[in-house]
């Protein structure tokens, strides 16, 4: 989970940062940095199979934020997540085997996790020789020294949509094989009103991208 974590938080700060520096004018909302990835990961598994069609959706979220992320009591229902999942997995033709002694019967277990990072950079200016130069502020540079240091936190938010092959359940203790995710990335910034509509966007966009999926 730690790995997996720390993937998350690269993988968010990373697009934020090349989306910003692509974007051709000045981005006006928050939302304007949101991004949903998805991809097989198993590319030899036949998502065409009329037999699979039938899922368990975990009942639980996980929880990937590291304790010390700041803004921990601003938090989205996590019931509406899961509701938004099945309504998609349903949408998409799959019937939910809602029982838990019957889960190992599912051809798809599904796993919903949501991870919250603070991303820290630094940025400094002025100093010698920050504006120097012939023709600028003359020998030296413009302004003062020491330079000024400035600490700044993007807080970034990840949903994660994970599909497992229930038909390929190993003996305990071994890892179940995925053959399907979504990442659903953006600014953690907004009131839980904002959050929730951009992370159940983020879910419907998943399933929207990855048409295969579908009975």
Known sequence: MKKLSNLLTGFTFFSILLFSSCYPIEPEFVSDYDSVFTEKSDPDFDFSNPAIDTYYLADTVIVLTDPGTSNTDLEIDLRLVLNRVRFNMNQAGYTEISDS?????????????????????????????G???????????????????????????????EL????????????????????GTGLFRGNVTNLTNRTLGAIDQMF????YLTR
Not at 122 to 129: E, L, R
Not at 176 to 182: F, L, S, T
Not at 208 to 211: E, R, T
């Open 131 to 161: 504006w120097g130069g012939w023709g600028g502020w003359g020998w030296g540079g413009c302004c003062f020294f020491p330079p000024q240091v400035t600490t700044s936190n993007i807080r970034t938010g990840a949903i994660i949509v």
């Open 208 to 211: 929207l991208q990855s048409p």
């Open 101 to 129: 002694n019957l889960a190992t019967q599912a051809d798809y277990l599904v796993l919903v996790s949501v991870n919250r990072s603070d991303n820290y950079f630094s940025t400094w200016w002025g100093g010698w020789g």
């Open 164 to 183: 497992l092959d229930g038909k390929s359940l190993p003996k305990r203790n071994q890892v179940i094989p995925e053959v399907w995710y979504g990442v």
